[in-house]
């Protein structure tokens, strides 16, 4: 697109108000002149735009700064962005519970809370246990559910645009799922739902162990293994958002679960949870041998899963979350077979963000939206001065 001109005036004020708004975001406060500077606008197209966010709610005058009336003349105007304007829900629903982390418009942490869910409870048990979740968080943080601006969710299964569950083996009555529609219901206000192992990538490059990352695998050890991967910073979902879907390379041959593997009986390890699995690991430290060989089998399995997209990938870290981020003696066995069949062995974190990675990498997807509703430009837009 090239410069706008006079007959763009609606979409130019838009452009404005992006930009003004991203500067005064940017720091704690800011006066006319320095908004002026920073934006190289004409200052009395800032004044018009500031007193139009205003208006909006978004931007809020200080109070002179102390000392400012002991100088000469009246002190400058100074004026802050807003993030009190709006909140933000990143949720999580998972096998065993649901959980959710309330923000503001700049991503600050207001609240969190989870609770817990049976593995066997059907879809409309495991929403309502949300919703309960979600009214008690706004109660408990004096938010009225009007001030959402958006909700991020991340669930288990494969995830369509529209937040259709295609498929979704882990939870009850979830393949089929329309559960951007059923959560829609209960907020006025845009519903984005992503797979978890995704969302959790998304956590650990925004606050976690892929800070300095762009080019990430995160590893969600569950009932079925899953991935997320971001490449040059970006989340790589496929074409029909299956990417990373390493559970199902079972079926190429090694048609073993986790049941199975992790077993130190001849029976399936049931029920298969955090604790279930963190006592199989204390026994195989204790020297238990067959916890030992459990846990072998266990590690092999989560190596072959994750070599396969390490060697289509290449990604420079890779984070093991879910059940492995809490668990002694995972990290150095990882890297060494990963070494032995990558031509390229990445390093390999555990997760820093732990349970909280979903819920926390949703709240991010719901801020990425909203940034990209108040403050996005395209970048071959000239602002009009």
């Known amino acids: ?205 925004w606050k976690g162990a892929a800070a300095e990352v762009d080019d990430v695998v995160f590893v969600l050890a569950g009932l079925s293994p899953g991935a997320g991967a971001l490449i040059g910073g970006r989340l790589h979902r496929g074409y029909g958002g299956a990417a990373g879907e390493i559970g199902a390379l079972h079926l190429l041959g090694r048609d073993v679960t986790p049941e199975t593997l992790l077993s130190t009986t001849d029976e399936p390890l049931h029920p298969l949870d955090e604790q279930a699995v963190a006592e199989v690991f204390a026994h195989a430290r204790e020297g238990d041998e067959r916890a030992q060989q459990a846990v072998e089998r266990f590690i092999q399995r989560l190596v072959h899963d994750v070599a396969a997209l390490v060697l289509a990938l290449d990604p420079e870290l890779v984070v093991v979350g879910g059940w492995a981020a809490g668990l002694d003696g995972v990290l150095e066995p990882l890297r060494r077979e990963l070494a032995r069949y990558c031509l390229r062995p990445p390093r390999v974190a555990l997760s820093m963000l732990g349970e909280a990675a979903v819920a926390t990498g949703a709240l991010r997807l719901a801020l990425d939206h909203v940034e990209e509703q108040l403050f996005a430009v395209e970048g071959t837009v000239t602002a009009r001065r």
């Open 1 to 205: 697109m090239g410069r706008l001109t006079g007959g763009d005036p609606s979409l130019l004020r838009r452009i404005n108000s992006a930009v003004v708004l991203h500067a005064l975001r940017a720091a704690d406060f800011a006066t006319l002149t320095e908004i002026t500077r920073v934006t190289g606008l004409s200052r009395p197209t800032v004044e018009g735009v500031v007193e139009g966010l205003i208006e909006a709610g978004l931007v809020v005058e200080t109070a002179a700064e102390e000392g400012a009336a002991r100088r000469q003349g009246r002190p400058a105007r100074r004026f802050r962005f807003r993030a009190e304007a709006g909140h933000l829900l990143g949720l999580e629903i998972g096998p065993h519970r649901v959980a959710a982390v309330l923000s503001d418009l700049d991503g600050r942490v207001m609240g969190t809370t989870a609770k817990d869910v049976d593995e066997t409870a059907p879809a409309d048990e495991r929403i309502e246990r949300l919703r309960t979740a979600v009214a008690d968080l706004l109660r408990r943080a004096g938010i009225a559910r009007s001030s959402l601006r958006a909700v991020g969710v991340g669930s288990p299964g494969i995830v369509e645009a529209d937040g259709t569950v295609r498929l979704g083996t882990a939870l009850p009555e979830w393949t089929g799922l329309p559960l951007g529609e059923r959560l829609r219901r209960s907020f006025k206000c845009p519903v984005l739902v992503e797979n978890d192992a995704n969302t959790a990538a998304v956590a650990e490059h």
